[in-house]
């Protein structure tokens, strides 16, 4: 339980309120001490005033206070109903009057008192001594007229009847926090449990997916959050995988179909051989036709090998300059031969007004030409016309290899590029290869970097553009601008 997702929203919502309520209950009361702490500052700078004023008008004695003048000021706190502490020292600190609620006790005379005795103003102290533990002192310099000197008046006040209401917030944080927190944490865990009900849902629903029901689907909330984000997420990596399991189930049942063909005939001939082959130009035709069938399966083989490498990453290019012309034209040359042969006319055209010099693997792009001309030259009937056309728009090399051949149906250009797909057109096996070459051709391209176009009309002919950046792949480009080696 100490792990469930349900217990951490708890645990954490929890703590978070712990913390927010420490922190605004030690605010709260630091602000409040603060503000009585400066309103009893206030008022014991108010009845010092007052005391002031009072001496300074009623004195009796003459340069001096007298009894008289203590008792009157006594009696003028009483009728005030004044409270504090009040003692007054001459100027070599000696007390000369005080309150009669001071009783036997003196205030005491700090190191602030005296400085405000020489000095003047006011100053205050907190009084740390007993009797006077948790007392305020104010100190102010007084002068009375016709006083020989100035005067200390102290103004003392307890803090504990101003500064009651700190207390009862004392306790009532530390009494009701930890109820609130108690409530917060049995709410939190109800609401975080039913907040994670489709969560526990959709876990159960995709415990049951397997690879025999990727059609199941989760439902989709409509509450537009989070969770409906992440049904239609899975809902889509479920399509994903659905896909990528019928791309599996189809490619090995192309790929056994293709490699079992050629079994099957090497073996019919080689039965027949034994069998009825007498001579010595029998068992030649029958070796020779089991050969090409080997060559046949050997290049699916290959082909296979290919692609799997590239996918898994083991088929790294081999990244380097060379003119992408000089290929062009290599290519021209190499498939030329064989054009004539099949009565069709071969061509080449640039339009460049340079060498075209490019970031690649020169052996998988010459793999992917041969690929895209060897079709155009299968698919195209005697009489027509192949032309490879090389250009360069905005620092991408522009391939092009079009025919005047039988075309595609548009509702075979999606698939054209999935391994084993071949159209009716091209399943015969005196025409048709394995459906790997454009599989091939796609993956070099994209290795690159690149991008590739298809455009067919049936009867009429096709044309595949090829785009390709002259910098090479990203990564490289990334490395020439800092400078690197590739």
Not at 77 to 100: A, H
Not at 386 to 391: D, R, T
Not at 410 to 430: G, K, S, V, W
Request: proline residues 4%; aromatic residues 6%.
């Amino acid at each position: 339980m100490l792990k469930s997702l349900r217990f951490r929203l708890t645990f954490w919502f929890v703590v978070s309120l712990a913390v927010v309520q420490a922190a605004s209950g030690f605010l709260w009361h630091w602000y409040l001490e603060t503000e009585l702490e400066r309103q009893l500052q206030e008022r014991l700078r108010l009845v010092s005033q007052d005391v002031v004023d009072f001496l300074s008008a009623d004195m009796v004695g003459a340069g001096r206070l007298s009894p008289a003048d203590c008792r009157n000021l006594n009696r003028f706190l009483r009728k005030r109903n004044w409270n504090e502490l009040i003692s007054i020292r001459s100027r070599f600190g000696t007390v000369v009057c005080r309150s009669d609620n001071l009783g036997g006790s003196t205030l005491p005379i700090t190191r602030s008192g005296r400085e405000t005795l020489r000095q003047g103003g006011e100053r205050f102290d907190r009084l740390q001594a007993q009797p006077f533990l948790r007392h305020i002192l104010i100190s102010r310099q007084m002068r009375l007229p016709g006083a020989n000197g100035p005067l200390l008046l102290q103004v003392a006040a307890d803090t504990d009847p101003g500064l009651g209401p700190l207390e009862q917030l004392r306790i009532m944080l530390f009494t009701l926090s930890p109820l609130a927190l108690l409530a917060v944490a049995v709410g939190g865990w109800l609401i975080a449990g039913r907040a994670l009900v489709p969560v526990t849902r959709m876990a159960r629903a995709m415990r049951d997916v397997r690879a025999d029901n990727l059609r199941r689907r989760l439902p989709v909330p409509d509450s537009g959050d989070e969770l409906t984000e992440l049904a239609e997420s899975f809902n889509a990596m479920l399509e994903r995988l659905e896909d990528s399991f019928r791309r599996i189930r189809q490619f090995s049942g192309d790929a056994s179909h293709e490699l079992r063909t050629p079994l099957t005939i090497l073996k019919g001939e080689t039965e027949v051989a034994l069998r009825w082959a007498k001579s010595v130009e029998e068992f030649r035709d029958v070796v020779a036709s089991n050969l090409e069938e080997i060559q046949r399966m050997e290049r699916i083989i290959d082909n296979l090998l290919l692609l799997s490498k590239s996918d898994s990453g083991e088929l790294p290019l081999e990244i380097k300059p060379f003119s992408l012309s000089d290929l062009v034209q290599a290519t021209f040359l190499q498939m030329r031969p064989q054009a004539e042969e099949r009565g069709l006319v071969l061509s080449f055209d640039f339009d460049v007004d340079r060498e075209v010099v490019i970031q690649g693997d020169e052996l998988r792009l010459r793999q992917m030409l041969l690929n895209l001309v060897t079709n155009a030259v299968k698919y195209t009937p005697e009489g027509g016309q192949v032309e490879i056309y090389l250009s360069v728009q905005q620092e991408q090399a522009v391939l092009t290899v079009s025919d005047t051949g039988i075309g595609i149906a548009t509702e075979h250009l999606p698939h054209i590029f999935d391994r084993f797909y071949r159209t009716d057109q091209a399943r015969n096996r005196e025409e048709g290869g394995a459906g790997l070459g454009l599989a091939i051709v796609k993956w070099v391209v994209e290795a690159h970097d690149g991008r590739i176009e298809v455009a067919s009309t049936p009867n009429q002919g096709t044309r595949f553009t090829v785009h390709l950046p002259l910098g090479g792949p990203e990564q490289v480009r990334r490395r020439a601008v800092r400078g690197e080696v590739a």
